[in-house]
């Protein structure tokens, strides 16, 4: 087989496209009937790559029957060291590409290898990243939207660090998706996953079937945890409460339970505040997570434990800290985000070691067996960029704890989701890779910046929503958007006087579409009654002729129809 035709790596990759009459290959991006979204993802180091996505998608004629391997590359020739490279023409504006591909890599160990698009206007700096090894396959997964449409750009891989290595690639795919084709996807999921078929049947005392017996039913609560931070603003706010109360079965305190809230100076504690809200959602059957027990970065940290000037005295305020929080609220707090943000910033841990954070995950285990114990960080799904938190160094990391810990449980995945323009299909690919832990995935803070005007906000917003109620490993989501007088942290839902702003009208919308809506009919010949309701709990009441009866269900995640029997 001829070796592919080469191209000298420019930074600015401005030769790249005056050079690129050079190229005999060059893809041309056809219509697509786009098939089914394909959800695999692996996350172990493979001797050798599985098959292809999509089966390469729009990418299958630069691969060779023999060895799926690409037909460009980008290099240096003063190194000899050369990296695969695709070159398409005519993407679409808006389409929502979905690209695999499995890595090798030599000449180092290990290294973080980021797959990046440039086009003639515009460079995305990452559309996926792998910590790819020497002498096994990696695989990476990821995607992208283009602002405009392109007619000629190419798809590269770089060495994160910088550090020259030779990569390796194979089963390569690129898949596009129009929006229509995703959502249908995303209505999929959400059928199978969120909803169940039900059959009620009706009968008399001696068992007959009654045909045409009027039937209701109407949900009562919803089985998926959606919720939003609250602030001490609720506290005594009547009709903030109500209206939280009518959306959300969920909530999370924004700051009232940091160490800096609890204990300002050193063995002053004061649970005063949280208390109260405590009292709210006791009151009203929400669900609350814990947030946080330690905060790894040292601007959050209490500046007297800062001071501390020993190790010892550092463990003794950190145990002390665990012991008397978790003691307090043992048994009602579902979660607790034990250390914060561990893939950005290392507090604890450059004070105590690195077994700290596995200190903390095993004395929290300890204190509050029933809590689910989280890891949780940022930029994880909201971009590939920040070389901190790419979802290998999640699951690396999150793999080191449960390996090493004696007592500790790190059961869940809390990914913060605080973003800016958000990549739909690099979110996906993401929470794919995180799946297969097979652990609960919460979403857990959900907003849009501030920089984006209000109404982009909430198109964007409706995004993520969607794609997380979508996809089935989510378990739950929680949104940033407590209510302060000052307004909220990135995005609120309404303003001061809870009239909605747009974001909130793109969560009312969305509830509104999540619940199932209340359902009258009548049994059939053989005495049954049938739909598909969203998970959650049950009301249903029926009459025949002058006789009642009313029952309540559930309905759990299931593939099997679940059926009821109400005798009248």
Known sequence: MEDPPRLCFSASLKLFFLCIGFFTKIHFAAPFDGPFYDSSAYTECKAEPEEALYKGGILKDFTTNSNHHTETRLGSPETGLYSPAFLLQNLSQGTKYCFSTWIKMSGADSGLIRASLATENKRYNCIGTVVAKSGCWSFLKGGFVLDSPSNLSILFFQNAVGREVNISIASASLQPFTDEQWRMNQDHQTNSERKRAVTIHVSDAHGNRLQGAAIRVEQTSKDFLFGSAIANTIIG??????????????????????????????????????????????????????????????????????????????????????????????????????????????????????????????????????????????????????????????????????????????????????????????????????????????????????????????????????????????????????????????????????????????????????????????????????FSGFLGEYKAYVRYGDRFANTTFSLTRGDETRHFSIQI
């Open 237 to 530: 706010n009547l009709p903030y409460q109500n209206w939280f109360v009518k959306r959300f079965n969920a909530a999370v305190f924004e700051n009232e339970l940091k160490w800096y809230a609890t204990e300002p100076q050193q063995g002053k504690i004061n649970y005063t505040i949280a208390d109260q809200m405590l009292e709210f959602i006791r009151a009203n059957q929400i669900v609350v997570r814990g947030h946080n027990i330690f905060w790894e970065d040292p601007r959050y940290t209490p500046s007297w434990v800062r001071n501390l000037t020993s190790s010892e005295d550092l463990r003794l305020a950190v145990e002390s800290r665990i012991q008397s929080l978790m003691n307090k609220y043992r048994r009602e707090f579902i979660h607790w985000d034990v250390s914060n943000e561990m893939l950005h910033f290392d507090f604890y841990e450059q004070r105590l070691g690195r077994n700290a954070s596995l200190h903390f995950f095993e004395i929290a285990q300890q204190s509050d067996p029933l809590a689910t114990l989280f890891m949780n960080d940022f930029n994880v799904v909201e971009t590939c960029s920040d070389g901190s938190s790419t979802v290998d160094d999640y699951i690396s990391r999150l793999r080191e704890l449960q390996r090493a810990g004696t007592g500790a449980s790190v059961a869940g995945i809390g990914l913060e989701g605080h973003f800016t323009v958000p990549n739909i299909p690099l979110m996906r690919a993401v929470l794919d890779k995180l799946a297969t832990l097979g652990l609960p995935i919460w979403l857990t803070e959900i907003d849009i910046s501030n920089t984006i005007d209000k109404q982009t906000q909430a198109i964007y917003l409706e995004d993520v929503l969607r794609e997380g109620f979508s996809h089935p490993s989510i378990t739950g989501i929680m949104l940033w958007t407590a209510l302060r007088p000052n307004g909220c942290y990135q995005m609120c839902l309404t303003d001061n006087d809870l009239r909605n702003l747009p974001a909130g009208d793109a969560v009312d919308k969305l509830l509104q579409e999540w619940q199932t809506r209340e359902l009258e009919g009548q049994t059939d010949e053989h005495g049954s009654y049938s």
